[in-house]
């Protein structure tokens, strides 16, 4: 658990209580929000500022609008939304610094809210050794600091780090942070086992340190995606036009030796769905991994056999940990072994810790999010935490005397 000061710390009423949360959610071409979940989970941690007679300021980033102000990634669809769920008006700012805003903060009565504009339309957001007087301006909007932004706590940014500075003995974890901290942290110190992980995702080098540091802890490892064919091309197998990073061969081969001498089973796929079209429009079929993928067809998703075999080995987990798709998800041919992975382990009586944006949107579309005992909002921030046990947004908050 952490020892960081909490929420529940603080003494709330007619203070102005300066929040940064992630509402850096999707929306389609017309700015239409197409998923809300970050923005639900943030909802205790605002409620119960509100309810206790705070002042609530809020920031966040959306995009990459690349340091100026772009109205297609302002953040006030996300101000209507916000109001909608809390059933109560969200004072939307024209910027997130300046003596407007400043003038705003300082007229806010006991249970309002506002939201700052768009962190990112400031270059000393993200690069703050730049401008170390952002961090600053942010400061003077509140009373008491609170990162409720666990998707963003391995950005050493202005408003996740730097600004925390400002709030000695003042700063606290929300209470979504805490949670993820609880969760991933039990999992990683004190699992309940068996403790299995599923890694996907296309790429070796972006996952390389956190197999490695779940090869000490995970009981059992599952690879697939498009990771797995450096893997299996390692080994010697033929994988066709495959995603692969030849330059980490060797570092595949030395992890799966790692397996051997540390007696640590990693399953990877027995079998393929393998087209020669990316975009799924021309030949489909099933390839077994030991006949090898022909010139001219990629690895698209695991295969029957792999999602019959994975599933089987899942049911005796106690504790599962998944970050990354199986397969080309986003393409709809290609997403049956990632949705059907995702509806194994919704069955099962386990703790399942779920994060990473394709992850959960297959949790979405087989209809199991519900199930699954914690849906983690930080894809790198959550890989992060879980090889250093450590990020710069959380050391930063005030431990608990």
């Given at each position: 658990m952490t020892t960081k000061l909490s929420l529940k710390d603080l003494k709330l009423k007619d203070k102005k209580v300066l929040m940064r949360v992630d509402f850096n959610v999707p929306q389609d071409t017309n700015g239409n929000i197409t998923d809300d979940t970050r923005i639900v989970a943030t909802l205790p941690s605002i409620k119960f500022v509100l309810e206790h007679g705070g002042k609530l300021i809020l920031m966040s980033h959306l995009g990459k609008p690349k340091s100026k102000s772009d109205s297609k990634f302002s953040l006030s669809p996300i101000a209507k939304r916000l109001g909608e769920l809390l059933n109560k008006p969200v004072l939307m700012c024209s910027d997130c610094i300046g003596a407007e805003v400043l003038e705003q903060s300082n007229s806010l009565k006991s249970g309002d809210v506002m939201l700052l504009e768009n962190l990112r339309y400031h270059r000393a957001e993200e690069h703050p050794e730049e401008d170390l007087i952002f961090a600053k301006n942010l400061s003077l909007l509140g009373d008491i600091f609170v990162n409720d932004a666990f998707g963003t706590a391995h950005r050493a940014h202005s408003s996740t780090v730097m600004v925390a500075k400002y709030f000695p003995e003042r700063s606290a974890a929300g209470f979504l942070m805490e949670k993820e901290i609880s969760y991933l942290g039990n999992a990683l110190l004190s699992p309940k086992r068996p403790f299995y992980a599923i890694i996907g995702g296309s790429k070796i080098s972006t996952k390389l340190g956190v197999i490695k540091s779940l090869l000490k802890k995970a009981d059992l490892i599952f690879v697939g995606g498009g990771m797995a064919y450096t893997f299996l091309k390692a080994q010697g197998f033929s994988i066709g036009s495959s995603i692969c990073e030849d330059d980490l061969l060797e570092e595949a081969k030395n992890i799966l030796e790692m397996c051997k001498s540390s007696k640590k089973e990693i399953f990877?796929?027995?079998?393929?769905?393998?087209?020669?079209?990316?975009?799924?429009?021309?030949?489909?079929?099933?390839?077994?991994?030991?006949?090898?993928?022909?010139?001219g067809f990629y690895g698209v998703d695991i295969g029957p056999k792999t999602i019959k075999l994975f599933s089987e080995k899942l049911k005796s987990a106690s504790t599962i940990l998944w970050n990354g798709p199986l397969g080309i998800f986003e393409v709809e041919p290609f997403s049956k072994?990632?949705?059907?992975?995702?509806?194994?382990?919704?069955?099962?009586?386990?703790?399942?810790?779920?994060?990473?944006?394709?992850?959960?949107?297959?949790?979405?579309?087989?209809?199991?999010?519900?199930?699954?005992?914690?849906?983690?909002t930080g894809g790198g921030a959550s890989l992060e935490y879980i090889e250093h046990r450590a990020l710069p947004g959380i050391d930063v908050l005030t431990e608990k005397r």
């Open positions: 990877l796929p027995v079998d393929h769905l393998i087209s020669n079209d990316l975009n799924g429009l021309k030949e489909i079929k099933v390839c077994d991994v030991k006949s090898g993928i022909p010139a072994g990632t949705i059907l992975i995702a509806k194994t382990i919704s069955s099962l009586d386990a703790t399942t810790i779920v994060g990473g944006g394709d992850s959960i949107a297959a949790l979405q579309v087989a209809g199991v999010k519900d199930k699954i005992s914690h849906v983690s």
